[in-house]
C-alpha cells in the first residue's frame, strides 16, 4: 500500500469515528433533553405540592413547627408563632429545646434528654 492509500484509509477511519461521535453526540443531547423535561415537570410538581403544604400549615389553628434530627427548628406556622411569642425568622435554625423547653414549669432546667420532643425526634418513638 503506497502513502497516498494510507492516507485514503485512515481518513476514511477518521470519517466513520466522527460519525459515530456524532450519533453518539446526538442520542445524548436527546437522553439530556429528555431528562431536562421530566425534570421540570418534577419540579414544578414539587412546587404545587409545596403550595398546598404551605397554604395547610398557614390555614391550621393549631401550633406546628418542624425540628430537624439536631433538633434546629425548620419551620413554624402563625399559630405556633403566635403560642410560642417568636416570629418565624428568630427561630428557624435554633436549637428547640434552648428556646422553648429551658425551664419545667416550676422554674427548675430542663434538660434536653428528658424532653418528649427531643426524645421522639431521636429514636422516632412517641413521647409524652
Not at 470519517?15 to 415537570?41: C, D, I, M, P, T
Not at 405540592?49 to 389553628?61: D, P, Q
Not at 419551620?75 to 425551664?103: K, Q, Y
Request: glycine share 8%.
Amino acid at each position: 500500500m503506497d502513502q497516498t492509500e494510507r492516507l485514503t484509509h485512515r481518513c476514511d477511519r477518521e470519517k466513520r469515528a466522527r460519525k459515530q461521535a456524532e450519533v453518539l453526540l446526538e442520542q445524548k443531547s436527546l437522553e439530556l433533553y429528555k431528562l431536562n423535561q421530566e425534570l421540570g415537570k418534577l419540579a414544578t410538581d414539587l412546587a404545587v405540592r409545596e403550595g398546598l403544604m404551605r397554604s395547610i400549615l398557614e390555614a391550621a389553628g393549631e401550633g406546628i413547627f418542624g425540628v430537624d434530627t439536631d433538633g434546629a427548628t425548620t419551620f413554624m406556622n402563625p399559630a405556633a408563632s403566635r403560642m410560642l411569642g417568636w416570629n418565624p425568622e428568630d427561630i428557624i435554625g435554633r436549637f428547640h429545646h434552648a428556646v422553648a423547653h429551658h425551664t419545667k414549669p416550676d422554674g427548675s432546667p430542663y434538660p434536653t434528654h428528658e424532653c418528649p420532643i427531643y426524645s421522639a425526634f431521636k429514636d422516632g418513638e412517641t413521647h409524652h
